[in-house]
C-alpha cells in the first residue's frame, strides 16, 4: 500500500506565514534581490532598505552577508540531505522509498510563487558560483544522488554503484529537479499541472511510477546483458 502523502514543509518565511519580523523581512528581501542581481551585485545595504529596516540588523540576526546568503539554502524548506534517512529505510519496497523520495523532494511547490523565487536563487548560484556553491553540491546534490544509487543498487541485487547505476540514480532524481527548475515552463504552458497542492502530490505519485519503469527497464537489460554473456562460447575451451 502506498505510503501517506507527506505533508508540506513548513516555510518559516513564506510571505503567507503572517506580518514578518524583522529577521524575516530581510530572508524576503534577500531572497529577491539575490535571485535578480546575484550575491556579488547585492549590497547589504539594499538588502535592508528592501526590507525596512536598518543595516545593523543584518549583523545583529546573521552576522554577514555571507551568513544571510547561506540562511537562504536552509531556512525555507530545509536540505534535501534531510530527506535521505526518509527515503533510504531499511524495509521500505522500492515504490515506496522512491514515493518518499518524490514527495519530499516536490512538497515545497507548494508554496508556489515563494518556491520558483528559491529555484531562482539557485540557478543563478550556479550560474555565478559563490562560496555556497560547493556546499550546495556535498550536501543537496552528491550526497543524496550518492544515497540514491545505493538504494538502487540493494533493490537490483548489486554491492556497489558502477556507471549505469549513476546514470540510473542521476536520472531518478533529475525528474524531481526537472520539475523544479521548469516550475515557469509548465505554469506557462500547462498551469493545472501546478494548480494546487493535489496536483503537487499527484506529480510525486506519477514520477513514482516513471522511476521505477526506468528501474525496471534497467533490470531486464542487465539480465539479458548476464544471459548473453553466460551463452557466448569460451574460446579458450576445447573443442
Known amino acids: 500500500m502506498p505510503s501517506a502523502p507527506l505533508l508540506p514543509p513548513a516555510c518559516p518565511i513564506c510571505p503567507e506565514a503572517g506580518p514578518p519580523p524583522a529577521r524575516t523581512r530581510l530572508l524576503l528581501a534577500a531572497l529577491k534581490l539575490f535571485a535578480d542581481h546575484g550575491y556579488a551585485k547585492t ?11 536598518n543595516v545593523a540588523a543584518v549583523s545583529y540576526y546573521f552576522g554577514d552577508k ?7 539554502f536552509t531556512d525555507p524548506f530545509g536540505s534535501l ?24 523532494s516536490l512538497a515545497p511547490l507548494h508554496h508556489g510563487e515563494f518556491a520558483r523565487q528559491v529555484v531562482r536563487l539557485h540557478i543563478r548560484e550556479m550560474l555565478e558560483p559563490s562560496e555556497q556553491w560547493e556546499r550546495e553540491l556535498e550536501k543537496d546534490v552528491r550526497g543524496p ?7 538502487l543498487c540493494r533493490h537490483l541485487g ?6 549505469d547505476m549513476h546514470r540510473l540514480a542521476l536520472t531518478v532524481t533529475g525528474l524531481a529537479f526537472q520539475l523544479w527548475s521548469h516550475q515557469e515552463v509548465v505554469l506557462a504552458i500547462q498551469p493545472q499541472l501546478l494548480a494546487s497542492p493535489e496536483a503537487v502530490d499527484l506529480w510525486a505519485e506519477r514520477l513514482t511510477d516513471y522511476a521505477l519503469a526506468m528501474v525496471a527497464t534497467e533490470r531486464r537489460r542487465r539480465r539479458a546483458l548476464a544471459a548473453s554473456s553466460s551463452s557466448a562460447p569460451n574460446p579458450s575451451s576445447p573443442l
Open 158 to 163: 548489486l554491492q556497489q554503484p558502477d556507471d
Open 81 to 104: 540531505a534531510a530527506l535521505v534517512p526518509d527515503f533510504t529505510r531499511p524495509g521500505l519496497s522500492l515504490r515506496m522509498a522512491l514515493q518518499r523520495f518524490f514527495q519530499g
Open 66 to 72: 555571507a551568513a544571510l546568503y547561506a540562511a537562504l
Open 43 to 53: 549590497s547589504i545595504r539594499a538588502i535592508a532598505a528592501e526590507a525596512q529596516t
Open 145 to 151: 544522488n550518492e544515497a540514491m544509487a545505493q538504494l
